[in-house]
């Protein structure tokens, strides 16, 4: 187990949080050198490790953007309505012996998505928030 990943028990504090955006930088960084020029736009809820003035002063130092999301919310993140469906069907069926077996499958199977994939699921954040909005903030189920 890498020292990046928690162990049991364990919870995400800003700290970590922070740590995981400068893996995630230089990883950006190392993949797609002129991305981070273009800038950064990043979508997560209002958890505290998200929320801390620890996070909030390096994304500031970075000049990260976040979209806003407000408290009571519908969570409209690509990661639940895109990228989970996906991922569970790519897993259905499968058993992992030990848990390194398991990283390496989701580490295997995050390497070989093509940018497109991320990118159908943040367009269609657009009409998802739209439907939202025409539900008057009701949960959007398609």
Not at 66 to 86: C, E, K, Q, V
Not at 100 to 123: C, K, M, Q
Request: charged share 25%; proline share 4%; with cysteine.
């Amino acid at each position: 187990m890498s020292d990046s990943q928690l162990q049991g028990g364990q919870c995400i504090n800003a700290a970590r949080y922070c740590s995981t955006l400068d893996r995630l930088k230089k990883a950006i960084r190392r993949k797609r050198p002129g991305l981070l020029r273009r800038g950064v736009v990043l979508q997560h809820d209002n958890a505290t490790p998200h929320s801390a003035n620890l996070t909030q002063q390096w994304l500031q130092r970075y000049g990260w953007e976040i979209l806003s999301h407000p408290a009571h919310n519908p969570d409209l993140a690509p990661s639940d309505f895109h990228l989970f469906g996906y991922l569970k069907r790519h897993l259905g069926g499968m058993a992992f012996e030990t848990e390194d077996d398991f990283i390496s499958e989701l580490r295997n199977w995050f390497d070989n998505l093509d940018v497109d994939f991320f990118r159908v699921g943040i367009n269609s954040l657009l009409s998802r928030g739209q439907k939202c909005i025409d539900l008057h903030g009701d949960y959007v189920e398609k």
